[in-house]
C-alpha cells in the first residue's frame, strides 16, 4: 500500500483520469452521485484485498474495495511478528467480538477477535501458513459438485503454473496467479526445513520459515526425528500435512505479509483502475433490478464506520459484480440486514425478508485449542523478553535496524498435526476428511503464550481439535448494523469434540515425554499426565479458547441443494449481481489454519469472475 493516505481527484469516479489508485480516508470523500464501478468488493480483507487485485489486471476494469478498518500501516503491532499476539483483541485493529457463552466452555464468553483494518484478519493473525490436507479439498469438491475445488485443481492457485493447460481460466491469467512467493530467510541454512517442489516462489503473497533460532527447536526436530507416533514431517504443506515440522508463516523479511501489504503493494497500488476507501462501513446490500425473474443486488448501502447508526447512509452501485468480502461474521451480518436469511427469524427481528437463504449465519464452525504449558531446564525461553521491558526494547531497537533477531517470527516455530487410533473413537464417528487429515494440532512455542509468571522458563503446546463436529450461528440481536452480531461457535459442543482434545491432551504428554525431553521438560505447570476424564474435561472447559478459524456462514453447496448460501461458482443462491468471497464460503472447516484456503478460494474465485464477463 502506498506510504500516504491519497486523497486526490475525488472525481475520477466520475471521469477525471489521475495516474493512481485512491485510498479514500472516509465514505463522504466519494462523489454523492452517479457512482459506479464494474465491480465493488465490500471488505478490504484477506479475501477482498486478492480480488482488488486480480479484478484490475485488466485497465479496463475498475474496482472499488470499501473497508470498515483503518489502514494497516505504522501499526507496530501487527507488523512486528512476535507482537502478533498484542494486535488483538480489544485493539483499535478488531471488531472487538464477545462469543455468546458457550456451554461447552463452561457457560464462558470468550473474546472473538476479527481484522478491524486493511488487510483483514490478514493484518492481525499469528501468520501460521497451513494449507490443510488434500482430503479437505476434495471434499470441498465432493459437497459442491465442482472438481474445480479439488487439491489437484487448486494446487495452480496455491504455488505451481501450468498444470492444467486445458483450463481457459488458467490459461488466461497467464501464469501470474499463484497466492505464494516463499523466500527463505536469508540467514538460515533452510535444507531439511521444507520440500522446495510443493512451493511457489513467484507469487504475491510471502511464506518462509524461522528466521531466528530458539531453545527448543533442537529438542521438538530431534524428539520427532525419534519419533514412531510424532514423526517429523518436512513439509506439513505437501497435502499432507501428519507429523511435526517447521512452521511456514506469511512474513516478508521479518515483516508481517498481510493481503494489504502484498495484493495491495505500491506496484499494484498505482492502477488507475483500483480504488479503496477506508473507515466505511456497509449496512445493507440493496436490490438493483432484476433479470429472469430473479433479484439483482448490485447496490450497497454503506455509512462512515466513525459516526455510528445515525451516520447518513450513501449508495455505490456495481456495474457488473457486487462480491461480499466481509468475513465469517461480517458476510452473515450484513446479508441478515439486508433481509437475506431466515424469513422467520427476520420478521420476528423487524427486519423485512427479501430473499429466502435460512443457511445464512447458519453452521458456523472453529476450532478449539487448550494450552499446556511445562517449566524446562533453560535459560534459553522467550519468557525474559516477555516479561522485562528492558529486554523488548533491545529486541526491538535490533529489529528496527535489521530485521533480525527474536521478534522476526511468530510464535510458534514447530506445527504438528495427529490423529488419533482409528480404534479409539469406541461408539463415536471418526469426523476427519480422510485417513490423511489430523484430528489434533500441536503448537509448539518456547515460552508462556501470555503472560510469564515473574520467574522460570517455560515450554508450551497449544493443542486444538482440527476436526469438529459442533456448528453454531451467526444471529442478529437488533436492526442497527453497527450493533455486533450474536456469535455462538458452539465450542466443543459435541461429544466426539471434547473426546478428541481430551485424547489429544493426553497425546502431549506422551510427546514429551520422548527421550529427548528427558533433563528439559521439568514440571508440569497446567495438568497432571494422570489426571482422570472428568478432570482434564473440567481443564478443558475452563481454560480452552477459540482458534479464531471461524468458517462455513455463507457456505457452498451443491446447485440446486436444499441448503447452503453460495453455489459453486459461489455466487448467492436465487440471486442475481451478488458473490461472496471470503472463509465463510468453505462448507467444512479444514484441518489448518484458515487464511492459506482463504488466499486460494480467492485466486480460483478471481478467474471465475473474470470468466463470467
Ligand atoms: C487473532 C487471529 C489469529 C489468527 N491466526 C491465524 C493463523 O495463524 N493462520 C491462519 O491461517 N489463520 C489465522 N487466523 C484466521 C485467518 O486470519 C482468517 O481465516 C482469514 O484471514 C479470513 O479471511 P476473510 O477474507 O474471510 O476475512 P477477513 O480477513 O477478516 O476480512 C474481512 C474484512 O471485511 C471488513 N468488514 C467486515 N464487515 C464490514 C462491513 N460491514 N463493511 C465494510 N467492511 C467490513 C473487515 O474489517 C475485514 O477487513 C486468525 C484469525 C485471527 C482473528
Ligand atoms: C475496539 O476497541 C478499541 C479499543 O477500545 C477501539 O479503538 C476500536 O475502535 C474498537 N473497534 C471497533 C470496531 O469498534
Ligand atoms: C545445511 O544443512 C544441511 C542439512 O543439515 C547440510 O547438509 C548442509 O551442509 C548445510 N549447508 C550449509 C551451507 O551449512
Ligand atoms: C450445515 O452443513 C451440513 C453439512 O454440509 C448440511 O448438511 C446442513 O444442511 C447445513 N445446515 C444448514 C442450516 O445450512
Ligand atoms: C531486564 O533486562 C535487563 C537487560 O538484560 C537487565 O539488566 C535487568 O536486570 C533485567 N531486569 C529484571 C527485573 O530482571
Ligand atoms: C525505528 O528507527 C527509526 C529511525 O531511527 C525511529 O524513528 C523509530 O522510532 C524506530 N521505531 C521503533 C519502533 O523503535
Ligand atoms: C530486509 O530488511 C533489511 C533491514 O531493513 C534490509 O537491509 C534488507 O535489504 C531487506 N532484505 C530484503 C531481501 O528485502
Ligand atoms: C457410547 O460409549 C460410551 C462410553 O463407552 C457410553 O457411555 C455410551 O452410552 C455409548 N453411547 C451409545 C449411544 O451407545
Ligand atoms: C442483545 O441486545 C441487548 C439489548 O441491546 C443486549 O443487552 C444484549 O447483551 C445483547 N445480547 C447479546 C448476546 O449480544
Ligand atoms: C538441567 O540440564 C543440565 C544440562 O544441561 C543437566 O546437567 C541437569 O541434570 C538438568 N537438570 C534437571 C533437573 O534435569
Ligand atoms: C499433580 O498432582 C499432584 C498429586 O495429586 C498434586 O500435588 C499437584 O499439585 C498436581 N500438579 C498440577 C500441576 O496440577
Redesign the pocket.
Known amino acids: 500500500m502506498n506510504s500516504k493516505l491519497r486523497n486526490i481527484c475525488v472525481a475520477l469516479v466520475v471521469g477525471c483520469t489521475v495516474s493512481y489508485g485512491l485510498i479514500l480516508s472516509q465514505a463522504t470523500d466519494l462523489p454523492k452521485s452517479n457512482l459506479e464501478f464494474d465491480f465493488i468488493i ?7 484485498n486478492v480480488l482488488g487485485n486480480r479484478l484490475t489486471e485488466n485497465k479496463h476494469t475498475s474496482v472499488l474495495v ?4 483503518g489502514s494497516n500501516e505504522d501499526v507496530l503491532n501487527i507488523i512486528v511478528p512476535f507482537f502478533a499476539t498484542r494486535a ?1 483483541p480489544n485493539t483499535p485493529q478488531d471488531w472487538n467480538y464477545t462469543t455468546a457463552p458457550q456451554t461447552g466452555l463452561a457457560g464462558r464468553s470468550v473474546p472473538y ?5 486493511l488487510g ?3 493484518s ?7 494449507r490443510g490436507s488434500k482430503e479437505d479439498y476434495d471434499r470441498f469438491a465432493h459437497v459442491s459438485g465442482d472438481q474445480g475445488w479439488s487439491w489437484n485443481r487448486l494446487i495452480p492457485y496455491m504455488r505451481k503454473v501450468g498444470l492444467f493447460k486445458t483450463d481457459v481460466h488458467v490459461i488466461s491469467a497467464k501464469n501470474t496467479f499463484q497466492n505464494e512467493r516463499f523466500s527463505p530467510p536469508t540467514d538460515r541454512n533452510t535444507t531439511e526445513r521444507f520440500n522446495p517442489a510443493v512451493h511457489g516462489f513467484n507469487g504475491i503473497n510471502t511464506v518462509s520459515l524461522p528466521g531466528f533460532p530458539r531453545g527448543s527447536d533442537t529438542v521438538v526436530i530431534k524428539a520427532a526425528s525419534e519419533s514412531r507416533e510424532f514423526p517429523f514431517n518436512i513439509d506439513t504443506n505437501s497435502g499432507n500435512p501428519l507429523g511435526i515440522g517447521w512452521t511456514q508463516s506469511t512474513i516478508k523479511n521479518g515483516s508481517r505479509s498481510s493481503s494489504a501489504t502484498s495484493y495491495l503493494a505500491p506496484q499494484f497500488m498505482s492502477r488507475p483502475n483500483l480504488h479503496i476507501m477506508l473507515n ?3 449496512t445493507r446490500v440493496v436490490q438493483s433490478g432484476s433479470k429472469n425473474g430473479e433479484p439483482e443486488f448490485q447496490t450497497v448501502e454503506y455509512a462512515a464506520r466513525s459516526g455510528g447508526s445515525n451516520s447518513p447512509r450513501f449508495r455505490a452501485t456495481a456495474k457488473k459484480e457486487l462480491i461480499l ?4 461474521i ?1 458476510t452473515p451480518h ?1 446479508l441478515l440486514h439486508s433481509g437475506i436469511g431466515d424469513p422467520q427469524s427476520l420478521t420476528s427481528l423487524g427486519i423485512t425478508p427479501v430473499h429466502n437463504l435460512p443457511s445464512v449465519g447458519r453452521n458456523l464452525t472453529d476450532h478449539t485449542l487448550v494450552r499446556i504449558s511445562w517449566q524446562v531446564n533453560s535459560t534459553d525461553t522467550f519468557d525474559e523478553s516477555e516479561r522485562n521491558a528492558t529486554v523488548t526494547a533491545e529486541e526491538l531497537n535490533r529489529w528496527n535496524i535489521t530485521k533480525t533477531g527474536p521478534l522476526v517470527d511468530a510464535l510458534t516455530n514447530q506445527i504438528g498435526w495427529q490423529r488419533l487410533p482409528k480404534d479409539s473413537f469406541g461408539n463415536l464417528t471418526d469426523p476427519s476428511a480422510g485417513p490423511y487429515s489430523p484430528h489434533y494440532e500441536f503448537l509448539i512455542t518456547n515460552g508462556i503464550v501470555g503472560t510469564p509468571p515473574s520467574t522460570g522458563n517455560y515450554f508450551t503446546i497449544s493443542v486444538a481439535v482440527v476436526s469438529p463436529t459442533a456448528r453454531g450461528a451467526v444471529t442478529l440481536n437488533s436492526t442497527n448494523p453497527f450493533d455486533p452480531p450474536v456469535i455462538d461457535p458452539n465450542m466443543l459442543g459435541e461429544k466426539v469434540d471434547i473426546f478428541i482434545l481430551r485424547e489429544a491432551v493426553r497425546k502431549i504428554q506422551q510427546f514429551v515425554s520422548e527421550p529427548a525431553f528427558t533433563g528439559y521438560i521439568l514440571a508440569p505447570i497446567s495438568i497432571n499426565a494422570t489426571a482422570s476424564d472428568a478432570e482434564l474435561d473440567a481443564f478443558i472447559r475452563s481454560n480452552a479458547a477459540p482458534g ?2 471461524p468458517v462455513s456462514t455463507a457456505a457452498m453447496s451443491a446447485r440446486g441443494a436444499k441448503h447452503g448460501v453460495v453455489d459453486p461458482d459461489l455466487t448467492v443462491k436465487g440471486v442475481r449481481g451478488l458473490r461472496v468471497v ?3 464460503v468453505l462448507p467444512f472447516i479444514p484441518g489448518a ?4 484456503a ?1 488466499y486460494t478460494f480467492a485466486e480460483r474465485a478471481a478467474d471465475l469472475i473474470k470468466a463470467s464477463h
Open positions: 465490500v471488505g478490504g480483507g484477506t479475501a477482498g470499501l473497508e470498515a478498518g488483538t477477535p476479527r481484522g478491524f483494518v483483514g484478519s490478514s492481525v493473525n499469528g501468520m501460521a501458513y497451513t466505511t462501513m456497509a468480502s466481509t468475513g465469517a461480517g450484513l479464531f478459524h471470503d472463509a465463510s489454519h484458515t487464511q492459506a482463504t
